[in-house]
């Protein structure tokens, strides 16, 4: 069952005097459960478009379709609650709320949802548990390493269970035992819990882990093998 | 977790810059507070010295008196009309006078002066004149005697500064010479036997006159003495007389008290050749609330027939008035560059905020955090800096308008003589809390939704790709 489908989706900039196609013209669809790489050489357009299937931007053409809604036909709050409800983001830079703990961190989108506060604690425990930090939930950012700031990044991007994960470049700024870790922490999740990853990615640790690997070149796919 | 709790943590997280921005809004508060205060309570005590002192709250006069005040507008005054007045709710007393001018001279000295005729009863209950009677006189003599004697070196240091000063009162005294409880053992006694004052008070018959304590000592003049006044009665026919010093009181306003001559009212017409007339009739009232007086006004007003009107204390007093509307005026000017200088400060801390946390905002935007709730977030945020600074700065003035009340500022040396050569007692007591720390706390406010609805409209036009890339 597909839970993504990217139908001739075009992304046009108008912002310089030459007009900029990041996306032309993409045709993609993803099922439950997929680790998929999304990966091309700088300005291949591989963010622009993760950022389209997140609904953070608006596709010049095309359609998205994300578990039964058109994107397109969403108002912009419609498009926050519709990111809340069903996407997760893990971002290059971790992207944590400085102020809160790593437990809180988690626990934000729960708390946008209103889930209930011992819904709410047992599901942050779970992931705290699952990323490895049980024993930092009340750390700050500031007192992880970049690695730990990323694992609880992803818990966060979890906790609600979206229909998908979307990662820029998750591994960007971490060293390779920290890569390792959270891609097996990442994997034994997609396994464990059925959660579509899709990342963006000029990492080969990331690409030889991924089950699926999308080649975009100048906004185009170019290849889209399966392992 | 609470919006408000998200924000108090926002708050702390740079809590170098929350502290600066709080307290620039607490010093602001404080000063423009410490600075209203000051200058209302001045006001407050200069109109209560003209008022209580000299004009009233409210009077009756002739219309042409008002405007020319010379002795040929004054007006029979019967005793039916007093018992109708005083029968309005809101008046105690009515109190004749005739006030006219005169040229007095005591050797060769001369000086234009103020005469009031007064009934001195009535005139006592009114303004306690008999409570500005001068008790002590600091003469070089008494300073350079006392200064040789045994006295604290504290007060040997300021005895100088009140040579030629006359006090009417004990507290006063202990006020301006900074005596302490532990102090007057020691050195009241010794002012009392080196600085006592003989004074005394004139009866309704008598013929004497009462003088400024500032006339007394241009005209070189004490009690006993003798001074004769020169002027002009009614319609043209000549005032002149000379009466026996039998009192000098201490006024607190300069201009007054350097050239009032009080004399009995029947004394007056005899001078000014007034007989049963008066040149107004000040009104004695229970309630002088503003509200009060106007209303008093206007009741008194109805039943009194041409050429006579009723005058409240602004109409009398309009050049005070007027001056210390202006003053008013400059001190907002004041306070308004005060807050302008802080309102730059607080959006420049709001710029800085929104700046440095833009990609934050983008974040929690994408990750489902509605603009709405975003916004209300930071709203939170700034309104508790600055509530924390506008809360602080408001309790820290209290203390200090409360002190400043009782114990007022008084200048000495030549700040007090500049005061003086304006016609103003050289004292500024604090207002008490008031209405216009409201109006202060407004404009707070003011500043803060300002800022609120920058950061706010700030948000709501976040691009979040642009914020993500920040």
New interface residues.
Partial sequence: MNVLEINEVYKTYHDTEVAVTAVNGVTLSFERGEFAAVVGPSGSGKTTLLNLIGGLDQPTDGEIIVAGHRLSELRPSELIDFRMEHVGFVFQSYNLIPVLTASENIGFIMNLQHWPADKRKKRTDELLHSVGLADRGNSRPSQLSGGQQQRVAVARALATRPEFILADEPTANLDSKSTDTLLDIMEKLNRDEEMTFIFSTHDSRVVRRARRIITLEDGRVVSDERR | ?KDYQ?AW??L??NRRRTMITAASVFFAVFFALVMRSFQLGTYDHMFKNVIESYTGYLQIQDSAFADEPVIDNCFVLSDQQVSALEADKNIDKVIPRIESFALAASGNRTQGVIVMGIDPVLENEVSGIKDRLVKYRFTPEIVKEMSEDSVPDKIKKLLPLFENESYSSVGRLMADLDLKESDTAVILPLIRKKASFPNGYFGETSPGVLIGDKLSVYLHLNVGDTLVMVGQGYHASSAAAKYVVDGIVKLPTPDIDNKIVYLTVNSARLFYDTPGMVTSAVLDIKDNSEEAIAETKTRISSTLSSPLKVLVWQEMNEILVNQMEADSKSGLIMIGILYLVIAFGVFGTVLMMMSERK??FG?????????R?LAKVVSIELILMGLLGLITGVIATIPFAFYFNTHPIRFTGQMARMYEDYGFEPVMPFMLPDTYYLWQTLVVLIMLVIAVFFCIRKIYRIN??NA?RA
């Fill in positions: 977790m998200l943590k926002n702390w997280r990609r934050e974040m929690l935007i994408s990750i489902g955090m509605q603009k709730r979040v790709i993500l």
